[in-house]
Nanobody
Framework: QVQLLETGGGLVQAGGSLRLSCSAS????????MGWFRQAPGKEREFVAA????????WYADSVKGRFTISRDNANSTVYLQMNSLKPEDAAVYYC????????????????WGQGTQVTVSS
C-alpha cells in the first residue's frame, strides 16, 4: 500500500512556473514507477509524465515535453513535477500515482492515487 499526498498547486500567470511535490507513505515507494496525470473540467484524466523506479527513464506527454520535468527522491519518498512556461491549457487538477507496471502511461496500471492539487493558469 502506498498513500500519496500532492502539494504545490496554485494560481500562476501564463509563462510562469510551479513545482508540484508528491510525498508517499509506506516503505514501497522505491518499488514503483511514479506518474503525474491531470484532469481539466469536462475532460478525461490524461497522462502528463512518469519516471521509473530508479529514475533512469522519464517520459512525457507531447503537450508538456520540454516544459515539464519529473524527478524523484527515493530517500525521501517524494516525486516532483517542475512545470515551466505554463499555459492556460495546463490548468487542471494534477494527480500523482504509483504504478504497478513498468514504463506505462496507462492510468489503469497505476493503482495508487493521491487526492490531487489544483493548478490554475491565468492568461
Amino acid at each position: 500500500q502506498v498513500q500519496l499526498l500532492e502539494t504545490g498547486g496554485g494560481l500562476v500567470q501564463a509563462g510562469g512556473s510551479l513545482r508540484l511535490s508528491c510525498s508517499a507513505s509506506g516503505r514501497t515507494f522505491s518499488r514503483h514507477d511514479m506518474g503525474w496525470f491531470r484532469q481539466a473540467p469536462g475532460k478525461e484524466r490524461e497522462f502528463v509524465a512518469a519516471i521509473t523506479r530508479t529514475a533512469s527513464i522519464t517520459w512525457y506527454a507531447d503537450s508538456v515535453k520540454g516544459r515539464f520535468t519529473i524527478s524523484r527522491d527515493n530517500a525521501n519518498s517524494t516525486v516532483y513535477l517542475q512545470m515551466n512556461s505554463l499555459k492556460p491549457e495546463d490548468a487542471a487538477v494534477y494527480y500523482c500515482a504509483a504504478g504497478s507496471s513498468y514504463r506505462t502511461s496507462d492510468s489503469s496500471q497505476y493503482p495508487y492515487w493521491g487526492q490531487g492539487t489544483q493548478v490554475t493558469v491565468s492568461s
